[in-house]
């Protein structure tokens, strides 16, 4: 009974979240590509010219939502998620982060797989889709989508996290869980990575970083 009123309180806020960001997408992640690629130099050292970087250390932002690449920006930017000091000192201008981010959400992702752990692969798809009724993990298709790709077009709140690096998203998911990492909006994350195990975490991740 637990369980399922907490069901009906994520999807509640799920449901509250999608009808806001339909209506803040309009504005905020309308850019200019053309400008945002000549901006990107500012980032193509660390996370590659197309948003692609091979490095673990920096996520891959090809593909990636320009909504969900303004909000980390001034997330970064106010101190509210910790880690890529870079942008705060590179971007003045809200234009500059919209550009620069419609250019990424326009690169198509790719790149090298780490060889997958097939052991792991069919328990991490299995979480991914299902969750974990004992414990109380949410699935996260719910909010990301089929394989990682996303929600609709305009619905920029739930990340694309298919095709990210595997370390990356097991270091993004442990930041949730021990509360390094706050700036998920109701604390959505945070309720589901509190309830996973280091396991799951690591299948979870093997997943995801599969499907490119
Ligand atoms: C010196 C290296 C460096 C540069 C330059 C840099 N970044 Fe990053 N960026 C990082 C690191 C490291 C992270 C991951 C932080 C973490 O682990 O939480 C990151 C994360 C991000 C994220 C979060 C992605 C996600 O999936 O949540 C965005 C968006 C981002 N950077 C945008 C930019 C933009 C736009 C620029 C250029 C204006 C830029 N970065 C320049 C190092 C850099
Ligand atoms: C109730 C909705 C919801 C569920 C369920 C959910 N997520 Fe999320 N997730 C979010 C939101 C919203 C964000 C964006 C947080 C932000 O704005 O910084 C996010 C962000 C993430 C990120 C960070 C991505 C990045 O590029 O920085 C990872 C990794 C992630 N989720 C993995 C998962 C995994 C794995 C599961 C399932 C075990 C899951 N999520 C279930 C809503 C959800």
């Avoid at 945002?36 to 490095?55: F, T, V």
């Avoid at 990424?104 to 299902?130: C, D, H, I, W």
Wanted: proline share 2%; aromatic share 8%.
């Amino acid at each position: 009974m637990k369980l399922i009123s907490q069901y009906a309180q994520v999807m509640f806020t799920t449901l509250a979240l999608f009808s806001v960001s339909a209506t803040i997408q309009a504005s905020d992640s309308i850019g200019d590509a053309g400008a945002g690629e000549r901006k990107a130099a500012l980032c193509s050292e660390c996370h590659g010219d197309d948003g692609n970087s091979d490095n673990p250390d920096y996520p891959r932002l090809a593909g990636q939502y320009a909504g969900y690449i303004v909000k980390q920006v001034k997330d970064f930017k106010n101190g509210h998620r910790l880690g890529n000091d870079s942008v705060a000192v590179m971007l003045n201008y809200d234009e500059d982060i919209r550009d620069i981010g419609t250019y990424f959400s326009q690169q198509k992702m790719r790149g090298t797989v780490t060889k997958p752990n097939q052991a792991l692969l069919a328990s991490g798809e299995t979480l991914y889709r299902q969750g974990n009724a004992k414990s109380g993990v949410y699935g996260c298709i719910n909010c990301h989508g089929e394989k990682g790709k996303g929600m609709a077009e305009n619905v920029t709140t739930f990340p694309v996290i298919g095709g990210q690096h595997r370390d990356y998203l097991v270091k993004q998911l442990k930041e949730f869980r021990q509360g390094t990492r706050t700036n998920d909006p109701g604390g959505m994350m945070t309720g589901v990575a509190k309830k996973m195990t280091d396991a799951e975490i690591n299948a979870v991740a093997e997943y995801l970083s599969a499907q490119l």
